[in-house]
């Protein structure tokens, strides 16, 4: 029975930060507990909202996320809405996506529907400083873009082609989650431009204008509650993240130069 004084809760999931599978960041592995618990509670209000304020990061955990959410929707039957903060772009618009309805400020930055990579290139550094780069593979390509070797066109070829196929599995994700609501004007959607909300709501990007609070009391009425859902810190994360900072520098430069990313 419902109680006179009850209010509508409606479950509010925070997809906050730069998405990597590294500690501290957001990841299938780190959203799912918090997954399972929204939707868990959305099950009798039917509704959730996802409360975006991202940049990006690895296209492989946007995509994992945004699937691992579209699932759980249509399993329970979960009407989905995205709220874009200061920032949904590249891997964060990929996320927001997942929503059945997209909305915005007119002044958070949205979109950036391209992918990028990159990397350093040293090789005429070592070479001044008397330094060898000494290196044994098994397989001829297994140091592709590597820093301290010069460019090769072939490589920059292949990494070129892995780019616009991932680039092309981001606008057929937008295509199929948007629909008719997108302008056809594509060229401005899919050039990897970020814009306003303001533009991105002409292009058929998001919905509407409204903040977090406003949706819930759209969703549940005048006395609806937002209940937030946030990801639980790793323990010792301080500790963890300088103790991991130097190694990971270098290993990150080159991981990049093969890594698409979505910012």
Request: net charge positive; hydrophobic share 40%.
């Amino acid at each position: 029975m419902k109680l006179p004084f009850s209010r509508p809760k409606i479950p509010v999931i925070q997809l906050r930060g730069i998405i990597a599978a590294r500690p501290g960041m957001l990841s299938v592995e780190s959203c799912a507990p918090m997954l399972e618990r929204g939707f868990a509670m959305a099950k009798k209000s039917r509704k959730l909202v996802l409360s975006i304020e991202s940049p990006g990061g690895s296209a492989s955990q946007s995509d994992l996320i945004g699937q691992m959410i579209r699932r759980k929707a249509e399993k329970d039957k979960i009407e989905l809405t995205a709220v874009i903060g200061d920032v949904g772009a590249s891997g964060g618009y990929w996320l927001a996506c997942a929503a059945d309805k997209i909305f915005a400020s007119r002044l958070s930055i949205v979109g950036s529907i391209g992918v990028v990579t990159g990397g350093f290139g040293l090789d005429e550094f070592i070479a001044r400083h008397g330094i060898e780069r000494r290196t044994m593979t098994a397989g001829v390509h297994k140091r592709r873009n590597d820093m301290f070797a010069p460019r090769k066109p072939e490589d920059e070829a292949f990494t070129q082609a892995l780019l616009d196929e991932v680039h092309e599995m981001f606008k057929g994700w937008v295509r199929e989650r948007r629909g008719t609501r997108l302008t056809q004007d594509e060229a401005r959607i899919f050039e990897g431009d970020f814009m306003l909300g303001e533009r991105a709501r002409t292009l058929g990007l998001i919905d509407g204008f409204g903040d977090v609070e406003q949706i819930v009391k759209e969703l549940g009425g005048e006395k609806a509650k937002a209940v937030w859902l946030r990801p639980r810190p790793p323990r010792g994360l301080l500790r963890l993240i300088l103790r991991n900072a130097a190694e990971a520098t270098l290993d990150v430069a080159e991981e990049r130069a093969a890594t698409p990313i979505l910012r």
